[in-house]
T-cell receptor, first 111, second 115 residues
Framework: KEVEQDPGPFNVPEGATVAFNCTYSNSASQSFFWYRQDCRKEPKLLMSVYSSGNEDGRFTAQLNRASQYISLLIRDSKLSDSATYLCVVKGPEGGSYIPTFGRGTSLIVHP | DGGITQSPKYLFRKEGQNVTLSCEQNLNHDAMYWYRQDPGQGLRLIYYSQIVNDFQKGDIAEGYSVSREKKESFPLTVTSAQKNPTAFYLC??????????????FGQGTRLTVV
């Protein structure tokens, strides 16, 4: 059930490239996501993570099933990227697949 | 517009009182979830439901109760047995596809404070 993330904060200048990792313990996990959560707001889906890796603009997500981790790479960081990034893993739980959240990684992008 | 609506946004409760948090979705999603988030912490699962009239305990179900009488609605009751109920409560829903959930969509949350 464990999903582990470095809580940070990661403090980076605008334009920097930053990467977050997330490890999970359940090898039977099936689905993987990155969510973004702004202060005192609800989490919102940033992107799903596929086995082949996927990219959405400045964001790249990768999955390594052998080592049981997923990663998120943000290129050319913007001030608006400042938020907490939550790793979500869906693994089997009594016949269902339940989303388990990491504690989140805080990103602060400064001018 | 389709979405998930939680109400109220802010709720104050006196010690010893039960309170019910509302969660309604018009996305026709099968699965619904309740999470609790404490400051600086991740989301912890309280209860979830994948079909009407059925629900399962999550990791921290003690002191909470739920019902799923309609597909669209999944209210959460915080009972007086919950020792530390002050937190941010988030409701989420997702569709079920071939037995594996897709991504979850969240309501805007309810901030519960015990006074």
């Amino acid at each position: 059930k464990e999903v582990e993330q470095d809580p940070g904060p990661f403090n980076v200048p605008e334009g920097a490239t930053v990467a977050f990792n997330c490890t999970y313990s359940n090898s039977a996990s099936q689905s993987f996501f990155w969510y973004r959560q702004d202060c005192r707001k609800e989490p919102k889906l940033l992107m799903s993570v596929y086995s082949s890796g996927n990219e959405d603009g400045r964001f790249t997500a990768q999955l390594n099933r052998a080592s049981q981790y997923i990663s998120l790479l943000i290129r050319d960081s913007k001030l608006s990227d400042s938020a907490t990034y939550l790793c979500v893993v869906k693994g089997p739980e009594g016949g269902s697949y339940i989303p388990t959240f990491g504690r989140g990684t805080s990103l602060i992008v400064h001018p | 517009d389709g979405g998930i609506t939680q109400s109220p946004k802010y709720l104050f409760r006196k010690e010893g009182q039960n309170v019910t948090l509302s969660c309604e979705q018009n996305l026709n999603h099968d699965a619904m979830y309740w999470y609790r988030q404490d400051p600086g912490q991740g989301l912890r699962l309280i209860y979830y439901s994948q079909i009407v009239n059925d629900f399962q305990k999550g990791d921290i179900a003690e002191g909470y109760s739920v019902s799923r009488e309609k597909k669209e609605s999944f209210p959460l009751t915080v009972t007086s047995a919950q020792k530390n109920p002050t937190a941010f409560y988030l409701c989420a829903s997702s569709i079920l596809r071939q037995g594996v959930d897709t991504e979850a969509f969240f309501g805007q949350g309810t901030r519960l404070t015990v006074v």
